[in-house]
């Protein structure tokens, strides 16, 4: 597996990393335990370093399971979790929260959750109207001082919100979505980031799973899957995005590679400091996302999917309006 730097910080990762939010949280029934063990060792064990959770998977419970996974190699991997929200009874989400001693008391209990001493790699994982930037980054750069945290991330951050934070504590990575469906960070995001240094980890790099040529207008999802109240799910919506899948897949079929392959492959051809986390519950689903960081595209074939994908405007917002105000703070 090939290696990338998030920006200048010299974290080395691997150039994909595995998002582990789907295996216990968003897309249907939780995996049980023992199977979200052996696919993120089997994704170690093919060459990926670099593993993204998060306190509000679940809640709580996605911590565990990568920390239990990922104990017999601690030290070879980057575990990044993330900070910002308050639980309610249940594990109800109930409204940011970065206040510096929310994050603090989140911080201790991620590093019991993830049976480690330290977190590589420590996000805001959405703004909190109510906190300056600063007094988040200040908390932040007090736990790395402490040795407890590692490096600063912010995820859905708006720029302004992501120059404030790196005053403070220089930001290593942002995260964001970023696919060739959703290509908003291209306007601010990506030239921020690099004039900056800080390297750019896309989410939903698959676009939800869209792009990967296995979803069209009569899919239907379990009743838990975040998708069905996504906009750019709806059956229309898919009906009339199928022409960004069929462009995919028409030059996946040329290079002898697979829609997933070719959309990930893209987003690597982007920047050098950009490293997707796709998530996947499937081993074979692992191991054909792996086989993107092999897929090459030209700059021929860049120049052509630039083409073809800019005459294809995308229906639906990609979040419901409540949650798509939380982001880009």
Not at 37 to 55: P, Q
Request: with cysteine.
């Amino acid at each position: 597996m090939k290696k990338r730097k998030l920006g200048k910080s010299n974290l080395e990762v691997s150039a994909l990393g595995l998002g582990c939010m789907g295996l216990s949280f968003g897309y249907g029934p939780a995996t049980d335990e023992q199977s979200a063990i052996s696919l993120i060792r089997a994704a170690f064990e093919r060459g990926v370093t670099f593993f993204d959770t998060a306190e509000a998977y679940g809640p709580y419970t996605n911590e565990e399971v990568v920390g239990k996974a990922v104990a017999p190699f601690r030290d070879q991997v980057v575990v990044a979790s993330k900070f910002g929200f308050r639980f309610g009874p249940e594990g109800k989400q109930i409204g940011t929260d970065s206040r510096p001693a929310h994050v603090k008391e989140v911080a201790e209990a991620s590093l019991k959750r993830l049976k480690t001493d330290r977190i590589d790699l420590f996000y805001q994982h959405r703004v909190d109207p109510n906190v300056p930037i600063e007094d988040v980054a200040g908390a932040v750069k007090d736990l790395i001082q402490q040795g407890k945290v590692k490096h600063f991330g912010l995820s859905e951050a708006g720029m302004q919100t992501l120059r404030r934070a790196h005053v403070v504590q220089p930001v290593t990575a942002l995260q964001n979505e970023y696919s060739l469906w959703w290509r908003k960070p291209e306007e601010e995001v990506l030239p921020t980031c690099e004039e900056l240094g800080i390297g750019f980890v896309p989410f939903s790099p698959l676009g939800k799973g869209f792009l990967t040529g296995k979803i069209d207008e009569t899919t239907t999802f379990d009743k838990s899957d975040f998708r069905n109240i996504v906009p750019r799910f709806t059956p229309e919506a898919r009906k009339a995005n199928q022409a960004l899948v069929d462009l995919v897949r028409e030059i996946a079929k040329r290079k002898n590679a697979t829609p997933a392959q070719i959309a990930l492959a893209w987003l690597l051809a982007q920047k050098p400091w950009i490293v997707p986390i796709p998530g996947t519950t499937k081993l074979h689903r692992l191991e054909e996302n792996i086989g993107a960081v092999a897929t090459e595209l030209t700059r021929d074939d860049l120049r052509e999917i630039e083409s073809a994908a800019s005459k294809i405007p995308i229906e639906g917002a990609r979040y419901p309006e409540e949650l798509e105000r939380r982001t880009g703070l």
